[in-house]
């Protein structure tokens, strides 16, 4: 499921650069690191680091490796059948 997971996002961003060019990867790469930062100040902010640390402790290792994986790769696949009907080669 990893591997699956890492082969879906690589084509969601391949088809990424299709549709918007090297512009548009760069500007979504600047978008999900202003994301992510924000969501890190926002949790170091309310000081939620244990819970989430906890939480993840208690998760199954079954779970963490295939069942969000296998989420983010099924969103990655939706996002990639979407964009690459629009894309332009």
Do not use: K
């Not at 930062?37 to 819970?51: N, P, S």
């Not at 490796?65 to 009907?85: P, T």
Request: charged share 5%.
């Amino acid at each position: 499921m990893p591997f699956l997971f890492l082969n879906l996002l690589c084509v969601l961003v391949a088809v990424w650069y299709v549709r918007f060019g090297m512009n548009g990867l760069l500007g979504a790469g600047a978008a999900l690191i202003l994301v992510t930062g924000l969501l890190v100040a926002l949790i170091t902010w309310q000081g939620r680091f244990g819970d989430i640390w906890e939480w993840l402790s208690s998760q199954h290792q079954i779970s963490l490796l295939v069942g969000w994986s296998a989420l983010i790769a099924a969103v990655a696949a939706l996002g990639g059948m979407a964009a690459i009907r629009r894309a332009n080669a």
